[in-house]
């Protein structure tokens, strides 16, 4: 016998709020954000808004803050025609392309570099997708 079960919520035990995705190894957050021209998130989970703080310099707001802030956080990017994108992975400080971890956001940065340059600068690639893996508050 075929069963089926259509749901609109699951909440936790006590009714309060969603089932937490703890102890396992599901991404805790993705997104698929068109930056450069529409700057429109395509397809997300776990991503309450982007902040655009410049060029080439954002944070991916948590819907449901993460635990702590030792994630781990991946993410690639698309450039166009003649360039590569690239992600800044690991850039702390309090420059342009500043790269900082918290609960409840992720600020990275992104760019292009040519493929005669060895230089690059920080801008808006056409595309980034990106990841947390880790566990969830």
Avoid: C, W
Wanted: glycine share 10%.
């Amino acid at each position: 016998m075929t069963s089926v079960l259509n749901v609109d919520t699951i909440a936790d035990k006590a009714g309060t709020g969603p089932v937490a995705l703890t102890k396992q190894q599901a991404a805790k957050m993705y997104i698929n954000h068109q930056m450069a021209g529409a700057n429109s998130t395509r397809d997300s989970f776990n991503v309450s808004s982007i902040t655009d703080h410049a060029a080439g310099n954002y944070s991916a707001n948590f819907t449901n803050n993460m635990s702590a802030s030792d994630y781990g956080f991946f993410s690639t990017t698309s450039g166009d025609s003649g360039n590569y994108g690239y992600t800044f992975p690991a850039v702390p400080g309090g420059g342009t392309n500043e790269f900082t971890y918290s609960s409840s956001a992720i600020r990275a940065g992104s760019g292009f570099a040519s493929d005669t340059s060895s230089t690059a600068n920080a801008v808006d690639v056409h595309q980034i997708n990106a990841m947390t893996h880790g566990d969830l508050a």
